[in-house]
């Protein structure tokens, strides 16, 4: 299998997770390259199910190796804690997990200024974090005073972590927080560096020197472009670079090693926190997808606001990542809808958009264009291949590849491997 880059290509959530773990059949090595353990990817195989917020999808796959990429921030205690999980599982880690000495490391005090930064916002203002400190860590990242996780084996490390608590108890008084115990968190770090230490190389050389020896690579993205720190709907966003071009920074991997990049899109649109949404439905339809497509976070728990597929974004992100097919996900879902709007443009002050506005307040007031279509209302769950699939869910998926410019590649009828469909070959 080629080097791919994986992406969401809405506001995250599109089951990422499972398109992963079904490509992992033919790769040799997976790399998550951005975000953090505010991502939630979900995969089911046979009647397992896993969660995995910092860990590679891969690692559910026995021949595949994983490494978590120096753009991912990394809280370690999760970290060690979500690991300790797939061992007691059965899930062989040794020689196939690796975590860059690059990677940032998220503290204790980062999610501590993250969420009071978010309780001090107006109700106009909140971002819809997930409270678990990502940005903060960015954000110390970009003004060179973060820690990494080379740094935990470093000799210096109590000293490093010291003057990093200073600091930050320094900021939490001010918001009114306690401070923080340095010799406890000292602690909590040094018993997650004795088990995280057989993991921690120089991702770099790993990764290029399989290239080289003409292994494959699927680089996984979290989030979604729509979250993404530049092209997102800023400042409702996450804070690192969620499209593809992430993946080559993310990872240390030059741009040419990239052979191709696949969208995950769901046959509607969800939205996870504050932001513009404009074809969030709000009314009874909007709550019946979500029971129906179990919309509700994997990381929190929050429930998803939903609505109709929207063109606009898709063909936005298609262009952003140089999107090569989509992977289509929970087309069950609309089983039961007896008509499916598609979005195909915006409308605003008079004019029609059919790409997405950068500013934020012309977005908001952002009305949608919409064709209906008519439902198919019978089950699409017991399909395997692409003609088993009723007429009208077939000529639905034909329409989003002509209103989107992009063919669909993978098709998803359902949460397991087996409900995974291969509508062209991706192998090469």
């Known amino acids: 299998m080629a080097n791919t880059v994986l992406i969401g290509a809405q506001w995250g959530d599109e089951g990422k997770g499972k398109i992963i773990d079904v490509l992992t059949e033919k790769v040799d090595w997976v790399v998550r390259y951005q975000g953090g353990s505010n991502a939630g990817h979900t995969v089911e195989i046979g009647s397992e199910r896993y969660v995995l917020h910092l860990v590679p999808s891969g690692i559910l796959r026995p021949g595949t190796r994983n490494v978590i990429g120096n753009g991912v921030v990394v809280d370690p205690l999760a970290l060690v804690k979500e690991l300790g999980d797939l061992e007691q599982r059965g899930v062989n880690l040794a020689g196939r997990f690796f975590l860059s000495d690059r990677a940032h490391l998220v503290m204790p005090y980062h999610s501590l200024l993250d969420a009071s930064r978010e309780q001090a916002a107006s109700a106009k203002t909140k971002i819809g974090t997930t409270k678990r400190g990502i940005g903060p860590t960015y954000g110390d990242k970009a003004a060179r005073t973060g820690l990494r996780a080379g740094d935990l084996l470093d000799e210096l490390f109590p000293d490093l972590l010291k003057r990093r ?180 443009a915006y409308e605003c002050a008079g004019q029609r958009l059919t790409s997405v506005p950068a500013n934020i307040r012309q977005l908001e007031r952002c009305t949608p264009v919409y064709e209906d279509f008519p439902g198919w209302q019978c089950k699409t769950t017991e399909a395997t291949s692409f003609a088993e699939l009723p007429a009208g869910a077939q000529a639905y998926v034909r329409r989003l590849e002509e209103l989107t410019g992009v063919k669909v590649g993978i098709l998803s009828v359902g949460p397991r491997r087996a409900s995974t469909m291969q509508l062209w070959p991706l192998a090469g």
């Not at 918001?175 to 923080?180: D, Q, V, Y």
């Not at 990872?251 to 939205?271: L, M, N, Q, W």
């Not at 129906?292 to 898709?314: K, Q």
């Open 165 to 344: 608590v200073e600091e930050a108890n320094r900021v939490l008084g001010a918001w009114g927080e306690a401070p923080l115990d340095y010799a406890r968190l000292l602690a909590d770090c040094q018993a997650a560096t004795a088990k995280l230490a057989p993991y921690i190389t120089d991702a770099i050389p790993l990764l290029n020197e399989a290239i080289a020896r003409n292994e494959s690579v699927l680089f996984e993205g979290a989030q979604g472009t729509m979250l993404d720190i530049d092209f997102g709907t800023y400042p409702f966003v996450t804070s690192s670079s969620a499209t593809a071009g992430g993946a080559c920074t993310g990872a240390g991997v030059a741009p040419h090693r990239i052979d191709r990049v696949i969208g995950v899109v769901k046959a509607y649109t969800t939205r996870v926190g504050e932001g513009p949404f404009p074809t969030e439905l709000t009314d009874a339809t909007g709550e019946l997808i979500r029971k129906i497509g179990h919309e509700f976070g994997a990381t929190t728990g929050r429930p998803r606001r939903c609505g109709w597929f929207d063109v606009v974004v898709a063909r936005y992100s298609a262009m952003l990542n140089g999107i090569d097919a989509w992977a289509l996900t929970k087309l069950d879902v609309l089983d039961a809808m007896p008509v499916i709007k598609i979005c195909t």
